[in-house]
């Protein structure tokens, strides 16, 4: 698989990357460890070398199965991981809401280092933005972790684009994660531009919709009761039948292009910029392979046309996620 980098940053990584947090959390019961090992590992093998954990992702056991399943890679690979919630080491419970004190993201360095089994972090994100702490105390403490040989690179994630400037003039961002995809186009209007002024890689999570881009959710698909889209406006019933026409184009696409609609909605975000590295999740073989089927899509300037052209028509029905929780992105 080909090596895109982060920006102006000196870290590289795989084109396309793979999120671990549906193997542990949020879609759902915890998939079979060894299975989830056996994976990750076969997506080394396939060419994957960039892979994004988190503490929240359990939380605590995603970063143990990650670290694991790594361990005999190490040094090929690159590990993303965040902090920024505070969370009961005994219960798993995050009621303590966020927590990004300078003292907190350095206590939660040395605990992700040690579930890694690393002795150092490629990536550290913030993973919402505080309100209650100034980005720039965050980002010096993420700076002190680098100085210390902890840390490598800075990231944030779901940030607005003013805490990107505040938080790059202290310790350079070398990428911000946010939800972005064809049903999700939030960060054109001011991240995106912002990543591009200052040289910042940008990885989308969800990049397939939250499975709903991959045309095998329809009005019929009922979730596990611990399954996040349960109470995702975006999956709600009357907005799930409405916005099963972006995959009706997608389905459209695909059939032109010998492609499943998963590729063509990874290979329309990898065509957007050499910056942007989608990190789709998954916990099943076939659609790993499937996934990294998408680097070899080529879309041309035309199909992108027509893709956007399309793709404007449709208005997309519900928040993409609950009230509550997008009161925490984009600040």
């Not at 954990?53 to 690979?77: D, H, I, K, M, S």
């Not at 063509?264 to 659609?287: D, Y």
């Amino acid at each position: 698989m080909k090596k895109l980098k982060l920006g102006n940053s000196n870290l590289e990584v795989s084109a396309l990357g793979l999120g671990c947090m549906g193997m542990s959390s949020a879609y759902g019961p915890a998939a079979d460890k060894q299975e989830m090992i056996s994976l990750i590992r076969i997506a080394v093998e396939h060419g994957i070398t960039f892979f994004d954990t988190a503490e929240a992702y359990g939380p605590f056991v995603n970063e143990e199965l990650v670290g694991e399943a790594l361990a005999p890679f190490r040094n090929q690979v690159v590990i993303a991981t965040k902090f920024g919630f505070d969370i009961d080491p005994n219960t798993g419970s995050r009621s303590g809401g966020l927590n990004s004190r300078p003292e907190h993201v350095k206590r939660v360095a040395e605990e992700s280092l040690r579930r890694l089994r690393t002795d150092v972090i490629d990536l550290f994100y913030q993973h919402r933005v505080d309100p209650d702490v100034p980005i720039e105390e965050v980002a010096g403490a993420v700076k002190d972790l680098m100085q210390a040989g902890k840390v490598k690179h800075f990231g944030l994630s779901e940030a607005g684009a003013q805490t990107i400037r505040r938080a790059h003039a202290v310790q350079a961002v070398t990428a911000v994660q946010s939800e972005y995809s064809l049903w999700t186009r939030d960060p054109e209007a001011e991240v995106l531009p912002t990543c591009e002024e200052l040289g910042i890689g940008f990885v989308p999570f969800s990049p397939l919709g939250a499975g709903f881009l991959t045309g095998k959710i329809d009005t019929n698909t009922t979730f596990h009761s611990t399954d996040f889209r349960n109470i995702s406006p975006r999956f709600m019933p009357e907005a799930r039948k409405a916005n099963l026409a972006l995959v009706d184009l997608l389905n459209q696409v695909a059939a032109q292009k010998k492609a499943t609609p998963a590729q063509i909605a990874l290979a329309w975000l990898l065509a957007q910029k050499p910056w942007i590295i989608p990190i789709p999740g998954t916990t099943k073989l076939h659609r790993l392979d499937e996934n990294i089927g998408a680097v070899n899509v080529e879309l041309t300037p035309d199909d992108l046309h027509e893709l956007e052209e399309a793709a404007a028509k449709i208005q997309i029905q519900g928040a993409r996620l609950p009230e509550a929780v997008l009161k925490l992105t984009g600040r």
